[in-house]
């Protein structure tokens, strides 16, 4: 048997490695015609699998390159890819990252490149494949990719990103619910550009098919035609002519044990959703520390001081507040006193160091009084001096700690709201060592959660998103839009009722393979997921003990026992690679988590940070053995045996 001589590999990794420069075109610019997309979403106990759909033609007469790209939300693995060429399947296989690398880099050196490479530019994952398309033919890209998803503001939210680059004429989308709890709404709002908070625009009503099929199931359609696509993609403010560009959003919830949640077990597996509704809030101790820097000069102070109002105006009487401020230097606020106290510098960024020494103003109780002082103080926040990010994190650090050491204080919990530019440029200018170093400091402070809203154009967002990530929270980006204010309360909400402190899962079962067990705090409309597997069949997993260490003291809550309404092999092995991904970035010793994550990724085929996607494609309509290809080099045993390079033309 005869193949090509001429490979073309394509590896995929879900790192950067080509940024693709958005293409404007008119119509006459455009060779190929995207005659169909369907994006199918099936969702089954909040574990989404989505495939992607795109049916491409070739109008010229030569051959020519076309581009298929997709927008991964934040957290999705792609689990699949495939190719259909002139009625032929290529499909894609996942490697380790360096035998990847390498396939390729051969397949470079030998003159064979021809594949283009790239995933993910800012926010998003992004996914990017070229390939020749002969004249007047088709290829039809189908690609996976699987998540899980979160609870916030008490729903769940599917984000399908839409954006073919040009009008289709048979745009479907369509998601499928399936839970086993009665759902309790299911809602498509607004179209979001994807920057932006919705402000729920008529003009962007999707106006989708939602159709409820029963007590526990859903379908939703959407499927805008081509005028619809255009009269989207210019309220999303695009060009008509590259068509719809945006975000579909399905929100949906489901009714739930207001106490210790539920287990849904089968066939050795098992997940715990836990979302306790009927508690009382905890009092917190909100640690706000502000960049008052030059370069917050403008709008930027002008956010902040409203951002940090909305905020005050919002806490209960049971909590405390710090508020921490740093431009070249870092100063505290002694609210009640309404003076500054200078911080000095620690820079050996060490527990054990005396920084207590410093008289450092205890936290103000946020009663009306307190609230008042605070906002006059707010108000006479100056833009100015440079950027000491670390000296500020750090001191939030350590008052937390000197709150925390202290016997006689009441036990609040702890959050640190971090409100910048995200350029650091006094102390510490790496964002990737501040990253580590606050990381660092945190973990011997029982992780205390860190939230991020950042402000401005110029702000880095990829960094203060893994500075959250990596400290138990989430960032969010204000944007100058008129909804501002609306988007910092919607920040804030999801942070300002913390209801469990230092939740612990414990089954009296024989599991094993269990995802994090210990949350250090959960909040008010969100959820805590624990999968593992478990031995015997018969055994009952029955014990939850999610314990408030707080002024209620511990609780013990008991969750009810159910049956999943799909297999939940594949959410646990997510789960489970996403927390040793997240685990191995902060181990000194990577190696032992690598493998892990490594077998495991390969085992159910998904795309990671140690993983890539190869794809090997004909490239040109010359026959060699495979035999040969082999010997060359360019393939490996592996790939040789499977046979899944033996493509015949
Ligand atoms: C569309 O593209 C063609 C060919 O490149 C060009 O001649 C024409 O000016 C373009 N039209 C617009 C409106 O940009
Ligand atoms: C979604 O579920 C339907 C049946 O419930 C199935 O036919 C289809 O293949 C599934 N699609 C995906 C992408 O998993
Ligand atoms: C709802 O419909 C789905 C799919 O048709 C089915 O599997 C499920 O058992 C039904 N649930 C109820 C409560 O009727
Ligand atoms: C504080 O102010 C709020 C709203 O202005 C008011 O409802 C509340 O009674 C005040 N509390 C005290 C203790 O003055
Ligand atoms: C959290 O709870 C565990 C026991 O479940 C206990 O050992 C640990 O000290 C607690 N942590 C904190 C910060 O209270």
Redesign the pocket.
Known sequence: MRVSTNWCLVVITSLAIARLEKVTKNDSEIFFKIYGMDI???ISNRFV???VVSKVKNKENVAKETTFTVVLPDKAFISEFVMEIGGKSYKAYVKEKEEAKQIYDEAVASGRSAGHVAVSTRNSNKFTVSVNIEPESKVIFFL?YEELLERKNDQYELIVNIHPGQIVKDLNVKV?I?ENRPLKFVKTPSLRSGNEISNNEDKLNPSSDIQIINSTTAVVKFNPDSEDQRQFAHHLGNKESDGLSGQFVVQYDVERDPYGGEVLLQDGYFVHFFAPSDLEPLPKHVLLVLDSSGSMGGREIVQLKDAVKSILNELREQDIISIIYFGSSVSVWDIAQEIRIPIREVHNFNYEEPFDQLNLPAPSTADNRTLIKAKRLIDSLRADGGTNMIGGLEAALYLVKIGQDHPNDKKCQPIIIFLTDGLPNIGIYSTESITDIVTRLNAANNKIPIFSLSFGEMADKQFLKKLSLKNQGFSRHIYKAADASLQIQEFYKQVSSPLLSNVTFKYNAEVKDVTKRTFPIYFKGSELVVTGRYDNLDSNINIVEPISCFDIGPKVLQPTVGKPVTSLERLWAYLTVRQLLDERELADNKKELTKKALDLALKYSFVTDITSLVVVKPNEITRISTEDAYNEGRLSRADFDSGKLLISL
Do not use: A, R
Request: hydrophobic share 20%.
């Open positions: 199918i979403s099936n699998k989505t495939l996976t499928q399936n």
